[in-house]
């Protein structure tokens, strides 16, 4: 019988260091990169204060927007102009009250069918006299309403392009209400336009944020008394959370009546955020000169970034 060996076994080969090392960077270039992207995806859809701060200089444009005015009529069309530009689909539905018209304009763009709706308001009408102004002579003047007006629809409309880019779970509508800022007036009263939409509400959204008189280069918000608790906490929490504690100031101070009362008054957790310190309020001296991009920029953030958590 012929003598035969088994064949040794194979000796195991081990990983080329210099592959193995490779391999990783291609692995961590890889992640980088996708990290990269997405930082830069998000970048584009990030709250920008001066594009808020163009959207003022175009309401402030047009003139005071008094009710029934070619202003007002003009804003109207820019505000649903700009809408259907960012993809949205505007709404304008007629009103009534106290015999006067009143023309909301509203857009929802929807999230996930589980997620929260959520209600984002500001009134974009401004105050026929000017009845607060330090000089008497000025009471017969309309408000400009730079501030208290276009600085919350300014708001708004960053909103309306940044929120479809950031894909939000939450369903969101963008309230524009009519009639807010004429009460004391005759034939007229504070929040008509929101009045209307909080009464014509079948189902209940989970949440109404308003934003008023927002713009101040001075900006200071303080909680404000009849606000929801739960919901404004959350709101500065997450003020604070990205660096505006100095802003979003935790203290409450005014009691206000605004567009949130119509939903509180419908059992709706709802919040005005508004910097009621404003020392031009209804006076012909609410000028685009008194509100900042950075301001504006702020609290648009922080909606955004509550928004986003929801």
């Keep these: 019988m012929a003598n035969s060996k088994l064949p040794k076994p194979a000796t195991p080969r081990r990983p080329d260091p210099r592959a193995v090392l490779f391999f ?17 995806l998000k970048a584009t859809a990030n709250f920008n204060g001066q594009s808020a701060f163009a959207h003022a200089e175009a309401q402030m444009a047009y003139g005071p927007r008094t009710p029934g005015s ?5 804003t109207r069309s820019y505000i649903a102009d700009t ?19 009143v023309h909301n304009i509203l857009a929802t763009w929807p999230g996930s069918e589980d997620a929260p709706w959520i209600i984002l308001g500001a009134h974009y009408d401004s ?45 969101v509508t963008l309230a524009f209400f009519d009639a807010e800022d004429n009460g004391s007036i005759e034939g007229w009263d504070w929040i008509m336009g929101s009045r209307l939409m ?21 900006l200071q918000i303080y909680l404000e008394r009849n606000s929801d608790p739960r919901l404004a906490a959350e709101i500065w929490a997450q003020a604070a959370e990205l660096g505006y504690a ?30 009621f310190d404003y020392p031009y309020w209804h006076t012909v001296q609410d000028t685009l000169d008194k509100i900042s991009p950075r301001s504006l920029g702020v609290v648009g953030e922080v909606v955004l970034a509550w928004v986003l958590a929801q």
Excluded: C
């Design 83 to 101: 809408l259907e530009r960012y993809g949205w689909t505007p709404e304008q539905p007629d009103g009534e009250l106290l015999g006067q018209p």
């Design 127 to 171: 105050r026929f006299f000017a009845d607060h102004d330090p000089e008497p002579a000025n009471h017969s003047q309309p408000v400009q309403g730079a501030n208290d007006g276009a600085s919350g629809v300014a708001v708004l409309l960053e909103l309306a392009r940044v929120l479809p880019l950031n894909n939000p779970d939450a369903t």
């Design 246 to 275: 100095d802003i979003f100031i935790n203290d409450p101070k005014h009691t206000m009546l605004d567009d949130h009362t119509p939903f509180l008054a419908r059992e709706i957790p709802a919040v005005d955020i508004i910097d």
């Design 24 to 40: 990783l960077f291609i692995i961590v270039f890889g992640v980088a990169l996708t990290l990269y992207s997405t930082r830069a």
């Design 198 to 218: 909080a009464d014509s509400l079948a189902e209940l959204p989970d949440a109404v944020i308003i934003l008023d008189m927002i713009g101040d280069a001075d």
């Design 70 to 74: 070619q202003a007002h009529e003009q």
